[in-house]
C-alpha cells in the first residue's frame, strides 16, 4: 500500500518562531510533492510543490526540502504567526493520482 | 470567479440510499478529483478525471461511481449508501500539482 506519513501528529510553537514539520514518504517514483495547509471546516489549500529533482524550493515565508535518500520531506514556516494555526498535509503525486499522509496539526501559541 | 462549488454541504443518509454529491468548477481545468477524509486517515482519492470524457479509479473506489460529460462538472455517486461512507467528501480541480478544493460534503449515513 501507499506510505505518506508524518512524524508527529501535532505540533506546538510559539509565535514568531520557525516552525519545521516533516513527512516520510516511501515510493520513490513520484514526481512531485506538495505541502496543503487545511483550516477548520474548509478545503486544503495548496501551498508549495516540490519536484522530484530538486532538493529545496522556497516560497514567501516557507521552505520544502526534499531528501530523497532517506525519502524525507519538510516544510519549514519563518516567523510562524498566528494565522497559521492549521492542519498541514504532505502529498505525492504519482502516475496522475495524489497520496496524502494523514497531517500534522500546527498550533501557534501567542 | 467561484472555484470549486460543491453540494450539498451536509447529507444525512439511511443504510442503502443513493445520491449524487455535485461538483463544479470554472477555472477550466481538465484535472478533477474526489476524495474522502476521514479522522486519521488524511485524504484518500476515490475517482478523478483527466479530462471530458475520461475517469479512472483511485485509491477507494468500491461504492462510488463517477462521470465527466463536461470539464466543468464531475458528479460523485453513492450507489447504495453504507455506514462506512460516512465522511467528509472533497471535490478537487487541478492545474498541475496546484490543486483548488471546494468546502465539503459532510456525509453521514445511518
Known amino acids: 500500500g501507499e506510505s505518506v506519513g508524518l512524524h508527529l501528529p501535532t505540533l506546538s510553537v510559539q509565535e514568531g518562531d520557525n516552525s519545521i514539520i516533516n513527512c516520510a514518504y516511501s515510493?520513490?517514483?513520484?514526481?512531485?510533492f506538495i505541502w496543503y495547509k487545511q483550516e477548520s471546516g474548509k478545503g486544503p489549500q495548496f501551498i508549495i510543490d516540490?519536484?522530484?529533482?530538486?532538493d529545496k524550493r522556497q516560497g514567501q515565508r516557507v521552505t520544502v526540502l526534499l531528501n530523497k535518500t532517506v525519502k524525507h520531506l519538510s516544510l519549514q514556516i519563518a516567523a510562524t504567526q498566528p494565522g497559521d494555526s492549521a492542519v498541514y498535509f504532505c502529498?505525492?503525486?504519482?502516475?496522475?493520482?495524489?497520496?496524502f499522509g494523514t497531517g500534522t496539526s500546527l498550533t501557534v501559541i501567542p | 470567479n467561484a472555484g470549486v462549488t460543491q453540494t450539498p454541504k451536509f447529507q444525512v443518509l439511511k443504510t442503502g440510499q443513493s445520491m449524487t454529491l455535485q461538483c463544479a468548477q470554472d477555472m477550466n481545468h481538465e484535472y478533477m478529483s474526489w476524495y474522502r477524509q476521514d479522522p486519521g486517515m488524511g485524504l484518500r482519492l476515490i475517482h478523478y478525471s483527466v479530462g471530458a470524457g475520461i475517469t479512472d479509479q483511485g485509491e477507494v473506489p468500491n461504492g462510488y461511481n463517477v462521470s465527466r460529460s463536461t470539464t466543468e462538472d464531475f458528479p460523485l455517486r453513492l450507489l447504495s449508501a453504507a455506514p462506512s461512507q460516512t465522511s467528509v467528501y472533497f471535490c478537487?480541480?487541478?492545474?498541475?500539482?496546484?490543486?483548488?478544493f471546494g468546502q465539503g460534503t459532510r456525509l453521514t449515513v445511518v
Open positions: 515510493n520513490s517514483a513520484s514526481d512531485y
Open positions: 516540490i519536484r522530484s529533482n530538486m
Open positions: 502529498a505525492e503525486r504519482r502516475s496522475n493520482q495524489f497520496y
Open positions: 478537487a480541480s487541478s492545474l498541475n500539482t496546484e490543486a483548488f
